[in-house]
């Protein structure tokens, strides 16, 4: 095959439009909590209620997205754990009481003894603990990263720069035991997510290269704020009692 040939597809594939890159990492972990009495028994015999996910002084309507990420990262992390969606959860608390509950989550960063009593009376019988979380920060940031096809880091051989579009988030994760009115487990963890593509005209004599069309010259759009919550939801679900743990590593907290 040409070699020349080999280059052009390489460049209109990455040329064809944005490349979402999931380059989420809890890059910080602090376990604030974890009960020592906590059992994955009790998690799969009590069942797990969702309560929501709020972010700090944001309108209700940017809340769906970021519920169904806790929701689907839950499921499939531990299928072993029963769950009730957010929005049964909903539907058993009211409409009124489900907003003045989740208000006052965004506002205090916790449940008071008072919003515990009044979801562990809704849900007695129904689900022992409730899932809550709370997105204390969210930041944009922009970048450009200079493209190579040799295996050099040398100016001149960089053919075309990439725009880069990253979000970073932080975010707390609760879950309390009805039962006990007690907070089982708490932790914070930040996340991110970028997002990619050809941002500039190729640099140098290189005439065979595609030119970026002047709209695509700016940066890529900014991620969605759910993908950059991704691994931290997913961190916490593997923090839970009985989670599989990678091997070689040392048992989870509360494990049995």
Not at 21 to 44: F, H, K, M, N, Y
Not at 52 to 76: C, H, N, S, W, Y
Not at 222 to 231: D, I
């Amino acid at each position: 095959m040409n070699p020349s040939s080999s280059i052009r597809r390489l460049i209109a594939g990455l040329l064809l439009g944005t490349a979402a890159i999931l380059a989420g990492c809890a890059a910080q972990t602090e376990i604030q909590r974890v009960d020592p009495s906590l059992t994955a028994a009790d998690l799969r015999a009590g069942t797990v209620a969702v309560l929501g996910v709020v972010k700090f002084q944001e309108p209700d309507q940017i809340r769906p997205p970021l519920i169904a990420m806790l929701e689907k990262t839950i499921r499939e992390e531990r299928p072993d754990v029963p769950m009730i969606p957010a929005d049964s959860v909903h539907s058993i608390l009211g409409a009124e009481r489900d907003q003045k509950l989740l208000l006052g989550y965004e506002y205090q960063g916790a449940l008071d003894d008072h919003a515990l009593d009044e979801i562990a009376d809704s849900l007695r019988g129904i689900a022992r603990y409730i899932l809550v979380a709370r997105v204390e920060r969210d930041r944009t940031r922009n970048s450009t990263r200079g493209i190579a096809l040799t295996d050099t880091t040398s100016s001149a051989h960089v053919l075309y720069a990439m725009g880069v579009t990253g979000r970073d988030a932080r975010v707390t994760v609760q879950l309390y035991d009805l039962s006990r009115r007690v907070l089982a487990v708490s932790a914070r963890y930040e996340g991110s997510t970028e997002s990619e593509h050809p941002m500039l005209s190729p640099m140098g004599q290189v005439n065979f290269l595609p030119k970026v069309p002047p709209e695509e010259r700016g940066y890529p759009e900014t991620p969605e704020l759910a993908m950059a919550l991704r691994e931290p939801f997913q961190t916490f679900a593997r923090t839970l009692p009985g989670a599989p743990q990678p091997v070689g590593a040392p048992p989870a907290a509360g494990k049995r």
